[in-house]
């Protein structure tokens, strides 16, 4: 699957237009510059090419290492793919410490015996870091009396969720508990349990963190663990706390729901539903209060002819400094100074920045590319934009998402070879006129299997693959107390949970913008229900073998 793809990405870059070095050497270093300078990499050059343009690079990743080293005659660099490359099957017999340092990992020391674990760690020794995770490896028990909590720790953080199931899945005693609580790095292991459909007795072990002083994430994850666990005392706690310590308006937002989900007070709804936020917690608080939310705008008039459109990455990129480092006094000629019919993305983006959370910006400046949608298909895909850009049509993500709806090069790929539009090469992504038709093709394979906005956000976001896994392997979105809300929050992908929720408050309000109002609560009460949500869950639930492990 890997080759497939890199020799797919191969073929693709040879039939587009070339980037050239010297385009690479007159931009700022940026992630716009990375991305040329990856797509420089899959062409024809020769050794001292690439070095010229991988010099010139932001920061370096694994990704780009290995791909420089394919283009390079530097030794060193060569030595380096060469060795991270090396399978778990040869670390034993690589000969250099400093290669076979390169090549370890966690998970290929996992199939290794306790044997050949001690002869790799007594091997490399402290020569070039710290190795003892091989031993704590060894270890018989984690988390357990008379173990040392430490090293258990430091190899819980640096290994894989199967390895944590396998190895930690386990009820943990008090006094363990109590010296985990107070270890660096608990927070991050509370999080990732908690996180972890298949990792029940350990959430429940810490359902029974009564105390402590952690940041607002902890906090809030082990309220939401102790309220799934019954533990109503220690939720209460601990929302309390995340409360105090919560610095966005979403995140206000989201422990004044749980506090109100435990204990259902009239006061707290309606503070929630006064939020100025137009989150999903702020919506269905409005819903059932009766409240509209109006603090939004639609469209913005416009004075000139002449426009700024935000579709050059660079040009944008120059343009989102300015606005960042824009005061409120200063700001209005800003504002003014991107006030053409071409402009209605760039200024509405830079009030909402300036004025957020007052007022939300649900413009809709790409209706000519969207003649043949439907109203429905029209505010998904404009709830989608919203979320990823801004509508702003020239952006590059770090992992070289490009454009409006933020497509990544393997998507534009693939979809050009089922599409009758063809691009040139990839800077046509920043042209909406071919980044909305592509995402509407990209979009058709979810909508067939999909029918819920928060399970489609998260197949585009996360991809369908993931999403059909969330739904089916881990028992979560299904009816029962707190849900969908319970399943929403323990999603262990921190972007695509976020994600989803931002994208369902988006398409609730542009549906009411567009005519077709919807309410929140009957989306996500179908969030639980497989027969509308979707069309994975159904056939294994009502499956022979899963009627009978409900018997």
């Known amino acids: 699957m890997k080759r497939s793809l890199l020799l797919c990405l191969a073929l693709f870059s040879s039939a587009f237009a070339n980037v050239t070095l010297d385009e ?14 990856w797509q420089f990499l899959h062409q024809d050059i020769n050794a001292t090419q690439a070095n010229d343009a991988f010099y010139q690079m932001e920061r370096v990743n694994t990704r780009f290492l290995l791909d420089y080293a394919k283009k390079t005659n530097e030794t060193e660099i060569i030595y380096t793919a060469q060795c ?27 199939g290794l015996q306790d044997s050949e674990r001690e002869q790799l760690a007594t091997k490399l020794g402290n020569k070039f870091g710290n190795v003892q995770w091989l031993r704590t490896m060894n270890l018989a028990n ?24 396998e190895h930690f899945n386990h ?24 996180t972890d459909p298949k990792m029940p007795l350990a959430q429940r072990s810490l359902s029974e963190v009564s105390g402590g002083c952690f940041d607002f994430q902890t906090h809030f994850y082990l309220a939401i663990n102790a309220l799934h666990y019954g533990r109503n005392d220690n939720a209460l706690f601990h929302l309390n706390e995340a409360r105090n310590l919560a610095n966005s308006k979403m995140d206000q937002d989201r422990t004044t729901f749980w506090l109100y989900q435990l204990k259902p007070e009239l006061a707290t709804l309606r503070a929630l539903a006064q939020s100025l936020d137009l989150n999903m917690y702020a919506l269905w608080a409005k819903e059932k209060m009766g409240v509209e939310a109006e603090n939004y705008f639609t469209t913005l008039p416009t004075r000139q002819k002449n426009s700024f459109k935000g579709d050059n990455p660079f040009e944008w990129n120059q343009l989102h400094d300015e606005i960042m480092a824009s005061t409120k006094e200063n700001v209005v000629d800003l504002i003014n100074r991107y006030d053409g019919e071409g402009s209605l993305a760039v200024q509405a983006y830079i009030i909402e920045r300036t004025y957020t959370p007052f007022i939300h910006n649900f413009t809709m400046p790409y ?33 070289f998402a ?18 009758p539009l063809k691009v040139t090469s990839y800077n046509d992504m920043f042209n909406p006129a071919y980044n909305i038709p592509y995402a509407i093709e990209h979009m058709k ?50 972007e695509n949970r976020e994600y989803g929720k931002r994208v369902l408050a988006n398409y609730v309000i ?18 639980v229900q497989p027969s509308l949500s979707d069309c994975f869950r159904e056939p294994v639930l009502n499956s022979p073998l899963a009627q009978n492990r409900s018997e």
């Open 24 to 37: 690479i050497t007159i931009e700022p270093p940026s992630p716009e510059k990375n991305f040329l300078i």
């Open 84 to 110: 991270l490359q090396k399978p778990a099957t040869e670390l034993l017999t690589i000969e250099a410490d400093d290669c076979l340092f390169l090549a370890l990992t966690p998970e290929k020391a996992q």
């Open 142 to 165: 984690h988390f357990t009396p008379f173990s040392e909590t430490t090293p258990s720790l430091k190899l819980y953080l640096i290994t894989s969720p199967a390895y944590h199931q």
């Open 171 to 194: 009820l943990i005693d008090i006094d363990t508990l109590k010296s985990l609580t107070a270890s660096k790095g608990f927070g991050q292991f509370a999080y990732s349990v908690i």
């Open 367 to 399: 209706d000519q590319y969207m003649t043949n949608l439907s109203t429905d298909q029209k505010a998904f895909l404009y709830a989608l934009m919203r979320q990823e850009t801004r509508m702003i049509p020239g952006l590059i993500s770090s992992s």
């Open 402 to 419: 490009l454009g409006l709806m933020q497509l990544m090069p393997f998507n534009v790929d693939s979809i050009s070879k089922a599409l």
């Open 445 to 494: 394979h979810i909508d067939r299997t999909l029918f819920n906005p928060v399970l489609k956000a998260y197949a585009y976001n996360g991809g369908l693959g993931s999403t059909k896994r969330l739904i089916i392997n881990t028992g979560q979105f299904l009816a029962g107390e707190h849900e969908p809300f319970m399943s929403m929050e323990l999603m262990s992908n921190t």
């Open 510 to 527: 542009y549906k009411k913008i567009l005519g077709e109002k919807v309410t929140i609560t009957s989306l996500l009460d179908s969030l």
